[in-house]
């Protein structure tokens, strides 16, 4: 799996680095220290996973996330963030990020979340899942955020759908809830696309973010 790393801070670079080195099936195949030339980089390298720093000069993370997913769809970006960005965190989230890595994860947690990115799954750390939720809150009053999940979600999905529902909230793959349920991981995915479609969602992190509201 190839890597690019973008982040305006030489420091955090040669720490990410040195954590994918361990692993063998994951290469570092650029670095980049702003939106702009991330761009330029992936006229001539491709990658899988981009993890992508918010606050950059030239091009912010927020703009060169649009930018890869309008370009190169098939591309996962994971966002790099701090605890002070909530509304940065939300437009990643609508600009088609993948995922959130805090910067001071574990190595752990960040192979977990490209692993998961990689395979169109999410991990999506709570104290990040928190600072989105309230993001939304905020910014509900500005403009169009998904349907309140106050009403019964029992009138909107099959008891099945909730089970899957519950089990996309803390964050498990298609797989690790196929054998939750004793589904086939085809037919996980099926379940996760008809709950987005029911509930007006077009992705995995903005159905956990709209079961977080739950009261």
């Known amino acids: 799996m190839d890597i690019i790393i973008a982040d305006d801070q030489e420091m955090v670079r040669d720490g990410l680095k040195m954590i994918l080195s361990l692993y063998e099936d994951i290469r570092v195949v650029g670095e980049t220290s702003h939106g702009q030339e991330l761009l330029e980089l992936l006229k001539t390298a491709s990658a899988d996973v981009i993890l992508m720093d918010i606050r950059m000069p030239v091009m912010d993370g927020i703009e060169a996330t649009r930018a890869v997913k309008e370009q190169y769809p098939d591309i996962k970006v994971i966002i790099l963030t701090t605890f002070d960005e909530d509304e940065y965190i939300f437009n990643g989230l609508k600009g088609g990020a ?39 809150h905020r910014m509900s009053t ?28 803390q964050g498990k793959s298609n797989k690790a809830i196929g054998e939750a349920l004793y589904l086939t991981e085809g037919t996980v995915k099926n379940y996760v696309s008809h709950i987005l479609d029911k509930l007006e969602l077009s992705s995995r992190t903005e159905l956990i973010v709209f079961l977080q509201q739950e009261p």
């Open 98 to 136: 993948s995922g959130y890595i805090l910067k001071d994860s574990s190595s752990k947690e960040i192979i977990k979340s490209i692993l998961a990115a990689r395979d169109g799954n999410l991990l999506l750390n709570p104290q990040v899942s928190s600072k989105v939720v309230h993001a939304l």
């Open 142 to 169: 500005e403009s169009a955020s998904p349907p309140s999940p106050r009403q019964d979600l029992s009138e909107l999905l099959t008891p099945r759908e909730l089970e899957v529902a519950r089990e996309v909230q």
